[in-house]
C-alpha cells in the first residue's frame, strides 16, 4: 500500500521549480505532503482531499488526481529552505497513513 | 500553542529488554498515530489511537503494542527488544478531518531507540 514518488532526489538551483510525483495503485481518500530536514521531524505541508478540497499552511501548490491515485507538489522559485526531504502519505480511507520512500530535495545557490 | 511532546528523545537498550515510549499531543488533538522510520524501510505506520481506542494498526509483530489515555497522552511499548527495532519512532497527533488543517498529522521530535 506504500505509494511510489518520483523522482527519488533533484537538485535545483534557487529559482528553479521542481514537480514530486506520488501514485497510488489503492483507491484514495485524501494525499498528505510533508518535509522533513535533516534530523529533524516530518512537518506538515499540505493535504488534498477526495473531492477536490485542499487544506495546508504552506504557500504551496499541489494538485489530486483521484481518477489515477495520482498527486503531484510544484515547488516553484524554490529558496534554500526548501531543501529536504518531501513524503507524501496517502489514506484509503482507513485513518492510517502509508508514507512514500521520499524526494530528497536539495537547492543550491 | 506546545507542539507534540516525545519522552525519552534517546534510549539505548539490550537485545531481549522491553522499553517504553510516551507521546502528548498537542492540546485539543485527539487522534495519535506512531511511525517508525528507518532509512531502509522509511516512515512505516504502526498504529493509531483515538479516544482511548485502537483505530487501525499497522503491519507490525504483536511485539509492538499502545495505549491511549483519558488525556489523549499515548504510550508504546515494544517487548523482547530485536536488533532489527532500532528506529526513530515518532508520534504524531491530528484535529479531525473536518477542521481547519484536514487532519494534517504533527509530528513530535521522536525518540531514537538504539538496541545492542
Known amino acids: 500500500q506504500q505509494p511510489v514518488q518520483s523522482p527519488q532526489a533533484v537538485i535545483l538551483r534557487e529559482g528553479e521549480d521542481a514537480v514530486i510525483n506520488c501514485s497510488s495503485s489503492k483507491a484514495l481518500y485524501s494525499v498528505h505532503w510533508y518535509r522533513q530536514k535533516h534530523g529533524e521531524a516530518p512537518v506538515f505541508l499540505m493535504i488534498l482531499l477526495k473531492g477536490g478540497e485542499q487544506k495546508g499552511h504552506e504557500k504551496i501548490s499541489a494538485s489530486f488526481n483521484e481518477k489515477k491515485q495520482q498527486s503531484s507538489l510544484y515547488l516553484t522559485a524554490s529558496q534554500l529552505s526548501y531543501s529536504g526531504t518531501y513524503f507524501c502519505?496517502?489514506?484509503?480511507?482507513?485513518?492510517?497513513?502509508?508514507f512514500g520512500t521520499g524526494t530528497r530535495l536539495t537547492v543550491i545557490p | 500553542k506546545a507542539g507534540v511532546t516525545q519522552t525519552p528523545r534517546y534510549l539505548i537498550k539490550t537485545r531481549g529488554q522491553q522499553v517504553t515510549l510516551s507521546c502528548s499531543p498537542i492540546?485539543?488533538?485527539?487522534?495519535v498515530s506512531w511511525y517508525q522510520q528507518t532509512p531502509g524501510q522509511g516512515l512505516q505506520f504502526l498504529f493509531e489511537y483515538f479516544s482511548e481506542t485502537q483505530r487501525n494498526k499497522g503491519n507490525f509483530p504483536g511485539r509492538f503494542s499502545g495505549r491511549q489515555f483519558s488525556n489523549s497522552r499515548s504510550e508504546m511499548n515494544v517487548s523482547t527488544l530485536e536488533l532489527g527495532d532500532s528506529a526513530l519512532y515518532l508520534c504524531?497527533?491530528?484535529?479531525?478531518?473536518?477542521?481547519?488543517?484536514?487532519?494534517?498529522?504533527?509530528f513530535g521530535p521522536g525518540t531514537r531507540l538504539t538496541v545492542l
Open positions: 504524531a497527533s491530528s484535529f479531525p478531518f473536518e477542521s481547519v488543517d484536514g487532519g494534517g498529522q504533527y
Open positions: 492540546s485539543g488533538h485527539r487522534s
Open positions: 502519505g496517502t489514506e484509503a480511507g482507513a485513518n492510517n497513513l502509508f
